[in-house]
Every structure is written in C-alpha cells, then in structure tokens.
C-alpha cells in the first residue's frame, strides 16, 4: 500500500509542478490605446504595433513600454505586475519545485493594469495658444488632485456627482461623455499618481 500511494504521489508532482503555469500561463493579453492612435508601442526596445493593439506579452516583472509618433512627444510607462494568485496554490501543491518552475516561465506574475491608455502631447505648441488655457487647465487639475479618490470611484462606478462636475469643467458634451469616463477610467488605471493623472485627463480631453 505504501509502495502504490509513492507512486501515485510521485506521478501527480509534475500535475501540480506548475500551477500557475497550466492556470494562467507565461503570457498575457494587454490592450495599448492612445490619443491619437497610430503611436509605435515598444517593450523593453521591442517594437510590437501601433495603437490600438491587444497582444500576448510574456510575464516578466521590470518591463518599460514606450509610445510614440512623429510630432508628439514620447511617453515612458513601467508595465506594472503582481504576484500571480496561483502561486500560492503552487507553494501548497507544487513546493519548491513547482514556485521554481513558475519563476522561470514567468508565470508566477500578472500585469495589472492590462490595459494602458496615453494621451501624446504635441512637440511644438503655439506660444499664442498656451497661455488662452493655462488659468483653466490649472484649475481642473486643482480639483482632480483634490478629488482625486472620488472621481476615481465614480468612474469606475459609471458615473457620479464628481465626475459630473469634472465633465462640466472640461466641456464635454453629453453625446460624447461616455467615450470620456472610458478614457478616464483607463487613465486611472494606468496613472495612480493625481497630478500626472490630472494631466493625462486634460490632455486626453484637448485633444478631442
């Protein structure tokens, strides 16, 4: 009996060796988006597409992406990760061997966020047109710092009395405030800090 149940353990450790490699795998799907589209995307100094794309990336934690396009300036974003939930069923089913094998395949990490959103900002402003917005942008960005959380909240959410007040401020139509709270809602995603996320929100909208 102790021979037969051995041989059952020793045949199922390779089953479990790899959880969160069978689960999840060593790749992952992430969506790029920009305001304009058209802008190269670039990993680690590999040129993957121009956005929009959606495309299969392989986990690795430490990876920069780059957007850019002729006549805007660059955008520099860390693709950020976290530890893969099935890892931990991994270190109970697997041990050492099977955490082993995930930290090899890449596995053991998940992006998060999966998609990115950028706004480009245009090399060369007219010294004409700087100064017609700059007291207005100050003061939505003012009040997205300030509000930062809620507006967060009600994007997410759909909608609500802050993110209302934010769409006024920027003078968003209401045919096109939907489109807006989805590109608000990516930004938030992909900027945790308030103020660069102030920023990327009132350009994103400058640009419509």
Same mark, same amino acid.
């Given at each position: 009996?102790?021979?037969? !149940?051995?041989?059952?353990?020793?045949?199922?450790?390779?089953?479990?060796?790899?959880?969160?490699?069978?689960?999840?795998?060593?790749?992952?799907?992430?969506?790029?988006?920009?305001?304009?589209?058209?802008?190269?995307?670039?990993?680690? +100094?590999?040129?993957? %597409?121009?956005?929009?794309?959606?495309?299969?990336?392989?986990?690795?934690?430490?990876?920069?992406?780059?957007?850019?396009?002729?006549?805007?300036?660059? $955008?520099?974003?860390?693709?950020?990760?976290?530890?893969?939930? /099935?890892? /931990? %069923?991994?270190?109970?089913? +697997? %041990?050492?061997?099977?955490?082993?094998?995930? %930290?090899?395949?890449?596995?053991?990490?998940?992006?998060?966020?999966?998609?990115?959103?950028?706004?480009?900002?245009?090399?060369?402003?007219?010294?004409?047109?700087?100064?017609?917005?700059?007291?207005?942008?100050?003061?939505?960005?003012? !009040?997205?710092?300030?509000?930062?959380?809620?507006? &967060?909240?009600? &994007?997410?959410?759909?909608? +609500?009395?802050?993110?209302?007040?934010?769409?006024?401020?920027?003078?968003?139509?209401?045919?096109?405030?939907?489109?807006?709270?989805?590109? $608000?809602?990516?930004?938030?995603?992909?900027?945790?800090?308030?103020?660069?996320?102030?920023?990327?929100?009132?350009?994103?909208?400058?640009?419509?």
């Amino acid at each position: 009996m102790k021979h037969a !149940f051995a041989l059952v353990l020793a045949l199922s450790l390779p089953v479990f060796s790899g959880c969160a490699s069978i689960v999840s795998g060593s790749k992952q799907e992430l969506s790029f988006q920009s305001t304009p589209d058209g802008a190269s995307v670039t990993v680690n +100094g590999r040129i993957i %597409g121009k956005t929009p794309i959606t495309t299969q990336l392989d986990k690795k934690a430490d990876q920069t992406v780059v957007f850019s396009k002729d006549g805007y300036k660059p $955008v520099t974003m860390q693709l950020t990760t976290s530890l893969d939930p /099935w890892f /931990w %069923g991994n270190i109970v089913l +697997g %041990g050492l061997i099977g955490s082993t094998v995930d %930290g090899l395949s890449g596995a053991v990490h998940q992006y998060a966020p999966s998609q990115y959103f950028v706004t480009l900002d245009k090399e060369n402003v007219s010294q004409l047109e700087a100064p017609m917005s700059r007291a207005q942008d100050s003061k939505v960005k003012d !009040f997205i710092v300030a509000r930062y959380r809620s507006i &967060v909240a009600d &994007v997410h959410k759909g909608g +609500g009395e802050n993110s209302d007040a934010l769409m006024s401020m920027l003078n968003v139509p209401k045919e096109k405030k939907d489109d807006a709270l989805r590109k $608000v809602r990516a930004l938030s995603d992909a900027f945790t800090d308030a103020p660069q996320f102030a920023d990327q929100v009132i350009a994103a909208v400058h640009s419509n």
